[in-house]
């Protein structure tokens, strides 16, 4: 069994920061990929950032430039540096973790941006 859990959210003010941080634990023999996905009111879930374990990274067209998604291998842990952040950016993020091509997923951290 695989846990993941997400932590960083908050309350931001329109062009301000946030990082978010994730952490796997548990039966871990390779991580194939960890991603940040998340899902506003109403709508579906959608990715934002993943990054495989080559160091490949996808991100999608509304983070680029502004967020960044980077790994510690040694821990297992990802990180997503947000930048500049819209009110659009508000959502419940979720951590994304493929162990043996089987995917894992944290409970949400809250992301608010609001003046």
């Known amino acids: 069994q695989v846990q993941v859990v997400e932590s960083g959210g908050g309350l931001v003010q329109p062009g301000g920061s946030l990082r978010l941080s994730c952490a796997a634990s548990?039966?871990?023999?390779?991580?194939?990929?960890m991603g940040w996905y998340r899902q506003a009111p109403g709508k579906q879930r959608e990715l934002v950032a993943r990054?495989?374990?080559?160091?490949?990274?996808n991100y999608a067209d509304s983070a680029l430039g502004r967020f960044t998604i980077f790994r510690d291998g040694a821990k297992n842990t990802v990180n997503l540096q947000m930048n500049s952040l819209k009110p659009e950016d508000t959502a419940v993020y979720y951590c994304?973790?493929?162990?043996?091509?089987?995917?894992?997923w944290g409970q949400g951290t809250q992301v608010t941006v609001s003046s």
């Open positions: 990054i495989g374990s080559g160091g490949t990274t």
């Open positions: 994304n973790v493929i162990v043996a091509f089987m995917n894992y």
């Open positions: 548990g039966r871990i023999f390779s991580i194939n990929a």
